[in-house]
Every structure is written in structure tokens, then in C-alpha cells.
């Protein structure tokens, strides 16, 4: 087992274009988060030691709470936080799937200029799983993949609806 997820996207943005999309709040919630939820930014202080609070709210009206604490940011080419599920006061709780899952990820974006564009790769590894939740972990690449495809999809709608004129 390898614990460690990745994926890669071409964008055809600038990389600084790419960073302001992930590190501006009223543009994280254009995009962020799985098809069909809406992500609201609570706290965000984007700093090593800060942290981003957001509320997710999906389509059935469920909400959940997530909690990102930033360790390393370098501009405009890396970011490593660690996220984990929260509670609306920003406390890290359990996450709420059925199947035993790491209570928090280690993650590590990079963004590099390619051809004109930018490949964002993200990396993602569970902090201190349990035997069962490593397995888990690791079983659940392909969902992980359609996640952050869906994602990506999301960001490269948002990137494009603005040289629309409509962010």
C-alpha cells in the first residue's frame, strides 16, 4: 500500500493566476469542494500556524465543517496544510463516513509553469491512520480521482467564465 494519493491537471491559466485561485477566499468558494455543494469561507488566515474554517452545505441541505491549517506556503508554487473534518467552532471531529477514514490528510499542492499553462498536482497522504483506516484510504483512489476531477472541472469552469466577464 503506498498511503499516498496524487493527481495532476493542465490549466490553461498562469500559475499566479492559479495561486489567487487557490488562496483568495471569494474565489476558493466558486470552485471548491465536490460537484453540488456550496462552500462557505469562515476564517481564513493564509499564513503557516493559520487556518481556513469553511461550512459545506451539500444538495440534500446536509452541512459539514471543514477545517485546513496551513504549514508551508510558498508563493506561487506550493502549498502543504493539513485538513481534517470540523465542528462549526472549528474543532477537528471525526469524519462522517460510514467506512473508517483518517480523522486528517496531509496535503501538499504544487503549481508549475507548463507550455503557457499550469499543472497543479495534488498530493495527498493520511496523518497517523489506523491499520483499517489506511486500507480504507488507499481502496478509495478512484473515488478521490472523481472528486478532485470534479473539482478541477469546477476551477477550470470558473477560470474560464471569467475571460467571459463573469466570475
Given amino acids: 500500500m503506498t498511503d ?6 493542465m490549466f490553461a491559466a498562469p500559475r499566479v493566476r492559479l495561486w489567487d485561485a487557490w488562496t483568495k477566499p471569494e474565489e476558493m468558494t466558486a470552485w471548491l469542494g465536490p460537484k453540488g455543494v456550496k462552500t462557505d469561507v469562515l476564517h481564513f488566515d493564509l499564513r503557516p500556524g493559520g487556518y481556513l474554517h469553511s461550512r459545506v ?3 440534500d441541505g446536509s452541512v459539514s465543517w471543514a477545517r485546513t491549517t ?3 506556503i510558498d508563493p506561487p508554487n506550493r502549498i502543504v496544510w493539513r485538513q481534517g473534518w470540523a465542528d462549526e467552532a472549528a474543532e477537528i471531529v471525526a469524519p462522517p463516513f460510514p467506512m473508517p477514514w483518517p480523522s486528517q490528510m496531509l496535503a501538499t499542492i504544487v503549481f508549475a509553469e507548463v507550455d503557457g499553462g499550469t499543472r497543479v498536482t495534488v498530493i495527498w497522504t493520511p496523518v497517523d491512520p489506523t ?9 478509495m483512489a478512484p473515488s478521490m480521482t ?11 469552469a ?8 463573469t466570475p
Fill in 158 to 165: 470558473f477560470l474560464g467564465a471569467e475571460g467571459e466577464g
Fill in 57 to 59: 452545505e451539500a444538495p
Fill in 4 to 9: 499516498r494519493f496524487e493527481i495532476t491537471r
Fill in 146 to 156: 472523481g472528486g478532485w476531477a470534479g473539482m478541477f472541472d469546477q476551477l477550470d
Fill in 70 to 72: 496551513y504549514l508551508e
Fill in 131 to 139: 491499520d483499517e483506516q489506511r486500507v480504507s484510504f488507499n481502496q
